[in-house]
């Protein structure tokens, strides 16, 4: 197993969670994300990357180095 630090992800919410699926509004509050034009730094897991797959439509992703 390498020591490396896990890489990171800017997330930004760029649309409303008003009229959004549940499932949608849970994943993006559990990346902490919370109102429009917020935006979280995130490690890049399988688990948060799961959630950013899901409500991908509503979030702007940017990689960091």
Excluded at 24 to 51: D, F, R, W, Y
């Amino acid at each position: 197993m390498s020591n490396a630090a896990p890489k990171q992800i800017k997330l930004t919410l760029v649309r409303s969670l008003a009229a959004q699926l549940k499932m949608h509004v849970n994943c993006v509050n559990g990346l902490g994300l919370k109102k429009m034009h917020q935006s979280v730094i995130v490690s890049a897991t399988p688990e948060n990357m799961g959630m950013v797959n899901k409500s991908r439509f509503m979030l702007k992703v940017e990689e960091l180095n």
